[in-house]
């Protein structure tokens, strides 16, 4: 079995997984605090759990060279959730889902232009069946849902799938480098040193629960994020950008376990068109190197 089914896929997708629940639990506690809060929140307890991990694998400190480029990433990640965060606070979850969606076709055009990957056939062929299961399972909820209404919730969605698939691409570029502790760790401590001073803006004092369920975020953000650097660093972008869709799949089951949510048939085949893609892509693995550029200033 090539390599890349057997851990790069499967990596990914646990990290998306992980990271669609952690993307319930902020659409649920999203009534009650403002973004900025929303993500200091996540940032401080995701730095925490990643401090933990870096610490217990005795990673070494590292240094100024190391920094820079991760110090450039988190300006990316920071935009990447304050903007997601926000549509998800103002827009139906099924809405923000399908505007961010459009990421893997971000991430395959940025890692043509940054990384030099040239995306195959199967690739293409993939993103086009993920796009068509995105509009047969959403098709009857944006109908419902009324986007047009909130203008900056539809920018803010789209605008966070821009922003990801560049920390994506420029995750790719580091993965190879740096160890994966300090990767995460970076990228939570310096994201959240980012976004402090709007999260102190309207600070409203979390529950005994709510820090529970902050502390559950981080953890399930930084775990989710460890995945995600370990797969990055084994694949191409353009490849495991297209398993982005099977966050739909986390979604399904999730409501389906979690909420008693029976899918419709139109949301099961949709799922199987996005299923079929992610497979598609994984079918015939590239040959993996060190990308010899840096991203970021």
């Given at each position: 079995m090539p390599a890349f089914v057997s851990s790069p896929a499967l990596a990914a997708v646990a990290g998306i997984g992980l990271l669609s629940v952690m993307d319930g639990l902020i659409k649920h506690v999203a009534a009650d605090f403002g973004t900025g809060q929303l993500v200091v929140m996540r940032y401080v307890f995701g730095s925490l759990v990643a401090f933990i991990v870096f610490r217990a694998m005795r990673t070494r400190w590292p240094d100024w060279r190391t920094v820079r480029p991760h110090a450039w990433r988190s300006v990316v990640v920071a935009a990447t959730a304050v903007c997601f965060f926000y549509a998800l606070s103002v827009l139906p979850l099924a809405v923000v889902l399908a505007l961010s969606f459009t990421s893997p076709i971000f991430i395959a055009l940025f890692a043509a232009l940054l990384l030099g990957e040239r995306p195959g056939g199967a690739v293409l062929a993939a993103l086009t069946l993920g796009v068509i299961g995105v509009i047969v399972v959403l098709w009857?909820?944006?109908?419902?849902?009324?986007?047009?209404?909130?203008?900056?919730?539809?920018?803010?969605?789209?605008?966070?799938?821009?922003?990801?698939?560049?920390?994506?691409?420029?995750?790719?570029?580091?993965?190879?480098?740096?160890?994966?502790?300090?990767?995460?760790?970076?990228?939570?401590?310096?994201?959240?040193?980012?976004?402090?001073?709007?999260?102190?803006?309207?600070?409203?004092?979390?529950?005994?629960?709510?820090?529970?369920?902050?502390?559950?975020?981080?953890?399930?953000?930084?775990?989710?994020?460890?995945?995600?650097?370990?797969?990055?660093?084994?694949?191409?972008?353009?490849?495991l950008g297209v398993l982005e869709y099977t966050a739909f799949v986390w979604a399904v089951a999730i409501g389906l376990f979690a909420f008693g949510e029976v899918p419709s048939v139109s949301t099961l085949s949709g799922a199987a068109l996005i299923v079929g893609g992610a497979l598609l892509a994984s079918r015939h693995p590239a040959t993996i190197k060190e990308p010899e550029i840096e991203i970021g200033p």
């Open positions: 009857d909820e944006l109908a419902r849902a009324n986007a047009g209404a909130n203008g900056l919730g539809i920018a803010a969605a789209i605008g966070s799938a821009v922003t990801y698939a560049l920390s994506m691409v420029t995750l790719k570029s580091r993965a190879a480098r740096d160890p994966l502790p300090t990767i995460v760790l970076l990228q939570n401590a310096l994201s959240g040193l980012l976004v402090a001073p709007l999260g102190l803006m309207g600070w409203s004092t979390p529950s005994a629960t709510e820090l529970a369920l902050f502390a559950l975020i981080g953890l399930l953000g930084t775990a989710g994020h460890l995945c995600m650097a370990w797969a990055y660093g084994r694949a191409d972008a353009s490849r």
